[in-house]
């Protein structure tokens, strides 16, 4: 994927609300069972909800409209399928285009919430009961100025490093909270015989970690660098403190601290490394203790999360990644707008999310006043909680600019192989960037 893209792997989804695999779209059930959407029930209302049509998505929209078919009992939603990535991506805007949007839909929130023209195609929400409960944190992910259009479906995540707490406690190794104190780990780790650092780049999207878990670190350092980085102001390989990220990927290299199966080795696998001690840091995302728990589910807890650190201890924080949002088009009206505002307000509420905690383990923390995290989440979880709770967190940047460039996880590879020196990635990145904003007609590139 891209510098401003969260991460994708194939098939898969690191949170509750996410896409999977891509089936075929408008497969329409309620609540579990298949059948056909229609105007009314009864003398109730009928509305419909396009979500993902893989299992995942699927069984937590079920439960969230089993719990609210059963406390609004005068109104149905079906459930209709879409495809996962480009595919699904295509047919919300397809759908938005021509008027033929269900009633309620969920999709990406951040800067590719801004591409499909909500000012145009969506329903206001703000001031509503709807967004009543949504937690500040998220406004901006579904607004256009002043107006708010969506509510958060899902957990936030982060992309940071976890970590072996038994080998940490064993070498005396406390969380770094600056690069400086991370390489000093690293060493410490690798004199044990340990492998510092776990790369797998057998799912190249892994290796952007380290470079797209930092954005909290540069946003912390220079605050309108996502604003600049918009307007063609600021440069991945003028920027120092953009930089940065790069260059430790290639320290992690440069210093042999990955795993000597870092070129084939894929997440289930670094995951393995991690739970049993063989390596000791993973950057990666947090929503990926779902593989950690099928790899080794006797460990889960024995692996703790903290956000990649930068240069001053007194800023650091996590770099954060947004839930998705769930909406109206505009061309909801009527008794079915009253309906899928209810839906709505259902989702973003304590009920909602204890429904999808039913459904599927919470990854991250619910964005949504009132809800609380089960007990029994994962250490991984509780920590990525902690970050919002002291408000040490940040956007990741796609969420604050809608450039991209399409060639970075193969980029970092190159320079986590020890093929490409960093300032030259960097460079190249840069160029890539161009080519892309340019496509989108952005100014100043």
Same mark, same amino acid.
């Given at each position: 994927m891209t510098r401003t893209s969260t991460p994708r792997r194939p098939a898969r989804r690191v949170l509750a609300f996410a896409v999977a695999l891509a089936l075929t779209p408008l497969t329409a059930c309620s609540a579990g069972s298949l059948g056909s959407s229609s105007d009314s029930s009864g003398d109730g209302t009928t509305i419909t909800w396009l979500t993902g049509a893989d299992e995942t &998505? %699927?069984?937590t929209a079920k439960s969230i409209v089993a719990a609210f078919e059963k406390a609004n009992p005068g109104i149905t939603v079906k459930l209709d399928g879409k495809p996962a990535g480009g595919d699904g991506d295509n047919l919300v805007k397809t759908r938005l285009q021509t008027g033929s949007m269900a009633d309620v839909f969920d999709y990406n929130s951040g800067s590719l919430f801004q591409q499909i023209a909500p000012e145009k195609n969506l329903t206001k929400l703000t001031g *509503? *009961?709807?967004?009543? +409960?949504? *937690? /500040?944190?998220? /406004?901006a992910q579904v607004s256009v100025g002043q107006d708010m259009y969506g509510v958060p479906y899902g957990t936030a995540f982060g992309g940071g490093v976890m970590y072996n707490k038994k080998v940490f406690e064993q070498l005396g190794i406390q969380v770094p909270q600056t690069w400086a104190e991370f390489t000093a780990a690293a060493d410490k780790i690798k004199a044990a015989g340990i492998a510092p650092v776990i790369q797998t780049y057998g799912e190249t999207?892994? &290796? %952007? @970690? #380290?470079i797209l878990g930092d954005f909290h670190n540069i946003a912390a350092a220079e605050p309108d660098w996502a604003e600049d980085y918009t307007a063609n102001k600021a440069k991945d390989a003028t920027d120092p403190v953009a930089l940065a990220g790069f260059q430790h990927l290639q320290e992690i290299h440069d210093k042999g601290w990955a795993n000597a199966d870092f070129a084939s080795a894929k997440v289930p696998d670094g995951m393995r @490394? !991690? &739970? /049993? =001690? +063989?390596g000791a840091m993973y950057p990666i995302l947090s929503g990926n203790i779902t593989t950690l728990a099928q790899?080794? #589910?006797d460990k889960v807890n024995d692996v703790g999360f903290f956000a @990649? #650190? =930068?240069?001053d201890a007194a800023t650091n924080g996590l770099t954060a990644w947004f839930p998705n949002g769930v909406y109206i088009p505009n061309t909801t009206k009527d008794a079915k707008l009253e309906a899928s505002k209810k839906l709505l307000a259902f989702i973003a509420s304590p009920a909602g999310c204890d429904a999808q905690s039913q459904a599927s383990p919470p990854t991250g923390p619910y964005l949504v006043e009132g809800c609380t995290l089960p007990s029994d989440v994962p250490q991984v979880t509780k920590d990525v909680q902690a970050y919002f709770d002291a408000d040490k967190q940040s956007p990741a940047l796609e969420f604050l600019s809608p450039v991209k460039g399409p060639n970075l996880e193969q980029i970092c590879v190159e320079v986590g192989s020890g093929i490409t020196p960093a300032t030259d990635a960097a460079k190249l990145y840069d160029q890539d960037v161009q080519k892309q904003a340019q496509q989108l007609g !952005?100014? =100043?590139w």
């Open positions: &998505a %699927q069984a *509503d *009961d709807a967004v009543a +409960k949504v *937690d /500040d944190s998220y /406004d999207w892994t &290796a %952007q @970690l #380290p @490394l !991690l &739970a /049993d =001690g +063989k790899a080794a #589910p @990649l #650190p =930068g240069t !952005l100014e =100043g």
